[in-house]
């Protein structure tokens, strides 16, 4: 089987397995693609996202979203619309996308219920030209399929992409979630401009309300705790080292003469072995000596991708209109050798309605998750069950939001739908500690607030 007969006879794994669910996956992979070109590259995003009702067809809708991206190379955009697994962004460093699937299953999604190609414009930055390609999955084979292209020239300079599908949706069901994730999104992006225009009509408009983009991720090399036997394997395969030692240094993040000398000693490793002629009982040990081994620096966080506190507080401040913001980033930390950050915005009071739990706002690499709330480990830890807010001087029913941002090379995702994160004790611990520091700030702002109301009272009476 291909990867692409895979997914269209699993396409429910993927988030594709109703009309309503399709057309909010459909939107969230097109969303996320147009943040991945723009801000992860340094430019200040403007999305418009349309989705149009086809007419004569009341369940078809095609969805439209443009970006002033990076675009793509004409050469790869057959590849990146028309192959399942093909992706830019295989490499360690933090973005939406990784496996090269989101796209691909919207528009493989389209054309098995609509018959309809995908519709590509793109111009790569610094380009005369715009690209047009149709563009069809062969299934079976996992190829491309080009249907027709075109070249205009680009007089105004504009770069991005915009790309269309058709598929088969349910807006009035998916209404809802579409909205609240697109809202989800500017929360999170408040230094982007995003445009919905919907089938009824509405056009939403989120405007930017600060210039700062999140720090940018860098690329790095893998953290030897996070390897398997795989990975070794893939590894040794690329490094043209003849020496164990040589390899350790080369392949690895963090890992010197040093190290390397004293982590093969301890592991009973020769460390002039060609790492290619290991067999598989030594590649074994290798690998599970390397996660064992407690003596290596902590994996880097340079290629992680925080919003930062700036842009948390502006995003709530902007959408909920509280009458308080609070947050924080917390100092990386790792683990089974993947680095993640953790970050907590706690907004209070003003337009936000009370209730009788937090409202929470989940985000991982980015990414807004809105299914399964309950048993993603963000919900476990701001669980009035389990935190006691009482401390911070919020009782229940309160007008109270909190915003988890999980920033990781991996995120521990419990399913391939990405929308719950698994309770892995170290980012437990640290979304714990996260949102105590910010409850904190909270408790302070509230305890002014309280003097200064009784300092007023004592005026008046
Ligand atoms: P993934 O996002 O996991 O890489 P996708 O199937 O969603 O997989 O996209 C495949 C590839 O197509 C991306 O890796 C990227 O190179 C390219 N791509 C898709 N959308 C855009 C876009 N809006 N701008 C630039 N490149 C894009
Ligand atoms: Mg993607």
């Given at each position: 089987m291909t990867p692409s007969q895979f997914f269209y006879e699993y396409r429910e794994v993927a988030g594709f397995g109703s009309p309503s669910r399709a057309l909010y996956q459909t939107v969230r992979e097109l969303v996320e693609n147009a943040l991945d070109a723009t801000d992860v590259h340094g430019i200040l995003p403007?999305?418009?996202?349309?989705?149009?009702?086809?007419p004569r067809h009341p369940t078809y809708y095609r969805v439209t979203v443009e970006d002033n991206g990076i675009g793509i190379q004409p050469q790869h955009v057959p590849y990146a619309f028309g192959q399942v697994l093909y992706s830019s962004k295989y490499r360690l460093r933090q973005a939406r996308g990784r496996f090269g699937l989101g796209a691909k299953m919207a528009i493989l999604y389209g054309q098995i219920k609509t018959g309809e190609p995908v519709e590509v414009y793109t111009s790569p930055i610094g380009s005369s030209r715009i690209y047009f390609f149709k563009i069809k999955i062969d299934i079976e084979r996992n190829r491309p399929i080009v249907l027709a292209r075109g070249e205009y020239p680009n007089p105004s300079g504009w770069h991005g992409t915009r790309v269309s599908v058709v598929i088969e949706g349910d807006w009035p069901r998916a209404r809802h979630r579409i909205h609240e994730y697109i809202r989800r999104t500017a929360i999170a992006a408040p230094y982007a401009n995003i445009t919905f225009i919907d089938p009824d009509g509405n056009i939403t408009v989120y405007r930017r309300t600060i210039d700062k983009l999140p720090k940018q991720p860098r690329e790095v090399k893998p953290h030897p705790q996070g390897v398997d036997i795989e990975l070794l394997k893939q590894l040794i395969r690329k490094s043209r080292a003849n020496t164990l030692l040589e390899f350790l240094i080369d392949a690895f993040q963090g890992v010197g003469r040093k190290t390397a000398e004293a982590f093969l000693e301890w592991a009973g490793f020769d460390k002039n072995l060609d790492p290619h002629k290991l067999d598989d009982r030594k590649l074994e040990k290798l690998a599970r000596k390397l996660r064992e081994y407690q003596r290596f620096r902590p994996p880097s966080a340079d290629s992680l991708s925080p919003f930062g506190p700036e842009i948390i507080e502006a995003g709530l401040r902007t959408i909920l209109k509280p009458e308080f913001v609070a947050a924080v980033t917390r100092r990386p930390r790792a683990?089974?050798?993947?680095?993640?950050?953790?970050?907590?915005?706690?907004?209070?009071?003003?337009?936000i309605p009370p209730s009788s739990e937090?409202?929470?706002?989940?985000?991982?690499?980015?990414i807004p998750l809105l299914y399964d709330e309950k048993s993603d480990v963000a919900w476990k830890v701001v669980d009035p069950k389990n935190f006691d807010w009482r401390n911070y001087l919020v009782v229940f029913p309160a007008p109270v939001a909190v915003l988890t941002h999980i920033a990781s090379t991996k995120v521990p995702y419990k399913g391939v739908g990405k929308e719950s994160v698994a309770d892995v004790p170290e980012i437990e611990q640290e979304l714990r500690n996260a949102l105590r520091e910010a409850a904190r700030k909270l408790r302070e702002y509230l305890l002014q607030k309280k003097k200064e109301e009784e300092a007023k009272k004592r005026v008046i009476t």
């Open positions: 403007d999305i418009t996202l349309t989705i149009e009702q086809v683990y089974e050798g993947h680095s993640f950050i953790v970050e907590v915005g706690i907004a209070y009071g003003g337009q937090p409202i929470l706002l989940r985000y991982a690499n980015k």
